[in-house]
């Protein structure tokens, strides 16, 4: 008992004397462990909503698409051109009507909507412009499906009603006027459904769209008319396509429905679509800003460990000698471990418990629905799998900060830990004969950095890993052009990308930190013999921008390769613009260069006796 | 160019202080010396009576709090950072107790370090290292690093490498402060040949054999001088005596 | 010059006057040049009436040239005096009495008589440093010189100590 006494004492009574540094652990140790949490909780949380609007609007179960127009009967993604001939409009509506109606009266099927006429037009509004789904109704309230005003009233001759998460995103509001196909509408009000994914997944996967020409240059939105506005609005040709919406005595069995029913064998039948699947549309986008998230998370993980080290790194000398100490005054290694594990598995802990608040919090924020939907999602619970792998990883990581100088100090002699003989500086032959080349300031600066060539490598790969973050998020930006994100995975990206500058900048000050507090004896000296504080900071400056330069680089082709790795599916990878690319790089050594000089500049104006005599001490 | 200033050294009310009000340590206070050139000067006294902080004023590694300071009829207590690392680039030559090599250059590297950082290009300063070390008599050591080498040994390396510039001023603290009675006589001998190759020297040290190798003794007590003491010019005809040899 | 002294001198073997002094000059570096050249005669007369060496006349040499040459007893009394380890006297007492003598009587201040005998140390010691550094490596005259110089500075650091305690006493009367 009393061991453990001493032990706990001697281990605050550490954390006490050096209390900055327990708390920049502590905060590097948390990030990671933030992160972590945030990854982990973001899981199925558009049940809620969905569910919720499907009460409210009375959603379907199934909805089944007709395309009168085509050979093949299953709805065309983008851009893709029909072939076939088009039957004039009336046709198409007979056409509709007889392929439809058998399943108006399935066996299983209690009530119906429908079918009601469907386009895809160009729509402008003030300056902007961008491409609408129209769908027909009739002005009184439908037995299936009958989406929820958010505001103003619903569709009436002229008066169009905008799905709200499309309206959100072009800021469009009640009284507005718009143009549908050349058209001028008014908007009357805004509504949210549960039958047709909202912004930006109306034309995911589930239900198809017909996007032919300019309009599929554009992320359609749904916007609801009369069905007379709606005619008109298809024109000669007639509606491209015909929405029927089906209640099921037993929802669950919508997929068994589906199977039953859908032939894709056939030309001329529709295409159904279970609620399940139109969820998961919704879902389709939360489910990218999940991906996002995850991997961003993963990225600053990296990025928080890198941190760890760095400041573990710098306190090495430090530690060693405090173990040395240990040993001196009668304690036998094993009891030096224990203390040190000790210490940084109370400083692990609480920062396991800061993350895990943290990303318990913001989860929240970051993962709304939209507008798309009715409600907030509930609160992502903190599992007991998540908090049991964040607290681990975070003692993984305060474990492992405690045995290497435990270990370092327990195989090598009292004497040699006491006097710091343990880690000399890292002589590189190569360096010293090339630097002697260049002018005085790039020559300390080279020979400063290189002493310690591990941090060196910390400071390429923190680099790397924010650059890879960047180009991932530049590559998603690149794809987007063609085919909206919409605003929830514009946000994720960019939080994700202004987390990783944050981290990847105090990493940069962490490192130029710890190195001008490690090189404060040899940059004295350099003093001493002539050199002014002004080379001194710009020597380090300099010499940390080629493994900046590296680390930019190589965060290229990691950038690429964690897009290719995140996103399912095929096709090829977008590379953002060089001059994009560029302008990143350029960007990043500056921001570098910037970061170091700060720390080094206040190392590097202490009066040279003063440094130097308390080396001797 | 006027011929050069008889006075290397002048130092009028010099003071140092420490600390705050209800705090103040008065390091050096109110000195007033004048050093020859071509003079070795040294300096005596207990532990903490201000004779480092004394020598880092004269050698510009600290500024003084108050007082004047003139090296070579220039005047230097006011000098900016930038110029004060000129002044130490190529007029005084520091040499240090704890020797403060690097340890990852090797004994020529380090040498050649101070003619680098003032400009000279690769092959000039090797070549200057190369004769210093000759000087020195580690010749045959250029390659080795300062771990494997002794006390006195590092002691020449660091004096070899207060010599790079060629400097006029050479300013020694404690040199023999951690060597052994062989390793001092080595470090001895190289003070007399500078000395005697016209080398001003200012060496502070509590070894009264270094002390007594100097042309002028000045003793130091809480940061002011106390007595003086000029060595040239000794006795003789007692060395017997010394030596136990007299008649009985 | 201590008696055993040139008795061991001569122990190696016999020798006469003048090889006797060249051996101690080697020995001596510049102190030996110091010494008289009487001094060892002196010696070597003392050292026979004792009855340690005798003189005998070389052979094949005219009657000048004398022989000393170690008799049993010689022999005895330099083996027992290799083995003793009796060490020269230090005598700080005198100086010691001259402080408080002067302290007591009011005739001089005592931190002036140590500051001039520091001085004269000072410079002898600067007088034997010279010497030592002329002498090449590894002499034996440079390993006495050595002695006399951290004895000199031992000396010094008493005085040093001198000082420090008579300015206390100085500054409490």
New interface residues.
């Given amino acids: 008992m009393g061991r453990l006494l001493l032990v706990c004492r001697l281990a605050v009574k550490d954390l006490r004397y050096r209390p900055v540094q327990a708390l920049l652990l502590l905060l590097a140790i948390a990030a990671g462990a933030a992160t972590l949490t945030l990854g982990l909780s973001l899981q199925g949380t558009t049940n809620n909503p969905y569910a919720r609007t499907r009460t409210v609007t009375n959603g379907p179960d199934v909805v089944a698409s007709f395309f009168p127009g085509n050979s093949n009967a299953s709805g065309p993604a983008t851009g893709v051109n029909p072939g076939g001939s088009n039957t004039p409009g009336t046709g198409a509506g007979e056409a509709a009507a007889t392929s439809l109606l058998p399943l108006e009266h399935a066996s299983g099927v209690v009530a119906h909507s429908g079918p009601y006429p469907v386009t895809w037009t160009l729509l402008q509004i003030g300056h902007t412009t961008g491409s609408a789904e129209v769908e027909g109704r009739n002005s009184g309230s439908s037995p299936v499906d009958h989406p929820r005003l958010m505001q103003g009233t619903w569709v009436r001759p002229g008066g169009v009603v905008v799905e709200a998460a499309f309206a959100s995103a072009f800021g469009i509001h009640v009284g507005d006027s718009l143009r549908l196909g050349g058209t001028a509408f008014r908007v009357v009000g805004t509504a949210v459904t549960a039958a047709i994914p909202a912004y930006p997944g109306t034309c995911g996967r589930p239900i198809g769209c017909f996007l032919v020409g300019n309009i599929g240059s554009y992320n359609p939105g749904l916007v609801w008319a009369t069905e007379a506005d709606a005619k008109q609005l298809a024109g000669s040709s007639g509606p491209e396509a015909y929405l029927l919406n089906l209640k099921l005595n037993n929802p669950a069995k919508a997929r068994a429905f589906v199977n039953r029913y859908d032939n894709n064998a056939s030309s001329t039948a529709p295409t159904l679509y279970s609620w399940q699947s139109i969820r998961d549309g919704d879902a389709q986008v939360i489910a990218k800003v999940q991906k996002v998230l995850f991997t961003g998370s993963w990225l600053l993980a990296l990025l928080a460990l890198t941190s760890v080290a760095v400041l573990v790194g710098g306190r090495m000398t430090e530690q060693t000698r405090r173990v040395g100490l240990l040993k001196a005054v009668g304690g036998t290694p094993r009891f030096v471990a224990v203390v040190l594990l000790f210490e940084h598995v109370l400083v692990g802990l609480c920062a396991a418990g800061v993350g895990l608040l943290v990303g318990w919090q913001v989860a929240p924020l970051v993962d709304k629905p939209g507008a798309g939907l009715l409600g907030a999602p509930s609160a992502p619970s903190l599992t007991g799998t998540t908090v049991a792998l964040v607290v681990a990883v975070a003692l993984a990581v305060a474990i492992v900060a405690t045995f290497v100088p435990a270990i370092r100090a327990a195989r090598q002699s009292t004497v040699a830990a006491l006097e710091d003989s343990a880690r000399p500086p890292r002589r590189s032959a190569a360096v010293i004969n090339l630097s002697a080349h260049l002018p005085a300031p790039l020559l300390l600066g080279a020979r400063l950095v290189v002493r310690r060539p591990r941090r060196l490598l910390l400071s390429v790969f923190s680099v790397a890993v924010t650059t890879s973050g960047l180009v991932a998020v530049l590559i998603i930006h690149a794809r987007s052009a063609t085919w909206s994100l919409g605003p929830q995975v514009i946000q994720a990206t960019t939080i994700i990308s202004v987390m990783l500058i944050v981290l990847a900048a105090v990493n940069a000050v962490f490192i130029a930190w710890t190195t001008a507090l490690e090189a404060r004896h040899p940059a004295a000296l350099a003093r001493a013999l002539g050199a002014t504080p002004e080379q001194i900071t710009t020597g380090l400056s300099v010499a940390f921008l080629p493994p900046a330069l590296l680390g930019a680089l190589l965060g290229i082709p990691g950038g690429i390769a964690i897009y290719d790795g995140a996103r399912s599916g095929g096709g090829t990878t977008t590379l953002p613009s060089a001059l994009w690319l560029v302008a990143m790089v350029i960007l990043t050594l500056l921001v570098i260069a910037g970061l170091t000089a700060v720390p080094t500049r206040i190392g590097a104006r202490r009066p040279v006796a003063e440094v130097l005599q308390a080396e001797t001490a | 160019m006027n011929e050069p200033e008889k006075v290397l050294v002048r130092a009028q009310g010099l003071r140092k202080e420490y600390g705050r009000e209800g705090g103040l340590a008065r390091a050096v206070n109110s000195v007033d010396l004048e050093v020859a050139r071509g003079e070795a000067l040294a300096i005596m006294g207990p532990s903490g009576c201000g004779k480092?902080?004394l020598l880092?004023l004269i050698g510009g590694?600290?500024?003084p709090s108050a007082g004047e300071l003139w090296l070579a009829g220039r005047r230097i207590d006011r000098l900016s950072?930038?110029e004060l690392?000129?002044l130490?680039?190529?007029e005084v030559g520091?040499v240090?107790?704890?020797y403060?090599l690097?340890?990852?250059?090797t004994a020529q590297?380090n040498v050649?370090?101070?003619a680098?950082?003032?400009?000279r290009s690769?092959g000039e300063?090797r070549r200057r290292a190369r004769q210093l070390l000759d000087q020195v008599g580690l010749a045959e050591r250029a390659d080795y690093?300062p771990?494997a080498l002794s006390g006195g040994q590092r002691q020449r390396v660091a004096i070899a490498?207060a010599l790079a510039?060629e400097p006029q001023l050479v300013l020694a603290d404690e040199p023999t402060g951690n060597l052994d009675?062989a390793a001092t006589?080595e470090v001895?001998?190289l003070f007399?040949a500078l000395h005697a190759a016209g080398l001003t020297l200012v060496i502070v040290t509590h070894?009264?054999?270094i002390?007594?190798?100097a042309d002028r003794?000045i003793s130091m007590r809480d940061g002011t001088f106390v007595?003086e003491?000029h060595?040239a010019?000794?006795?003789?005809?007692?060395?017997?005596d010394?030596?136990?040899?007299g008649?009985? | 010059m201590q008696q055993e002294v040139v008795l061991a001198m001569l122990a190696k073997e016999p020798s006469q006057g003048y090889q006797l002094r060249a051996r101690l000059d080697r020995a001596l570096g510049p102190l030996g040049e110091a010494m008289n050249d009487g001094q060892v005669y002196v010696t070597l007369g003392r050292l026979e009436k004792a009855g340690f060496i005798t003189r005998r006349v070389a052979a094949g040499t005219s009657t000048d040239r004398k022989l000393y040459e170690l008799t049993p007893a010689g022999q005895e009394r330099v083996t027992e005096w290799l083995s003793e380890v009796s060490w020269p006297k230090p005598d700080l007492a005198e100086f010691h009495l001259k402080l408080i003598a002067a302290a007591q009587a009011g005739l001089a201040d005592p931190i002036g008589i140590v500051d001039m005998q520091r001085r004269e140390l000072l410079r002898r010691l600067r007088e034997v440093e010279r010497a030592a550094m002329a002498e090449p490596e590894h002499s034996d005259a440079g390993l006495l010189l050595e002695g006399i110089v951290l004895r000199l500075q031992a000396d010094l650091r008493w005085l040093e100590a001198c000082e420090r305690v008579w300015t206390e006493w100085r500054s409490k009367s």
């Fill in positions: 480092s902080t880092h590694l600290d500024r950072e930038r690392a000129r130490r680039r190529h520091f240090f107790q704890a403060h690097m340890d990852e250059l590297e050649e370090l101070p680098l950082l003032a400009g690769p300063a690093l771990s490498r510039n009675s006589l001895l001998r007399e070894d009264e054999r002390a007594a190798t003794l007595d003491t060595l010019g000794g006795t003789r005809g007692n060395l017997v010394l030596a136990g040899l008649s009985e």
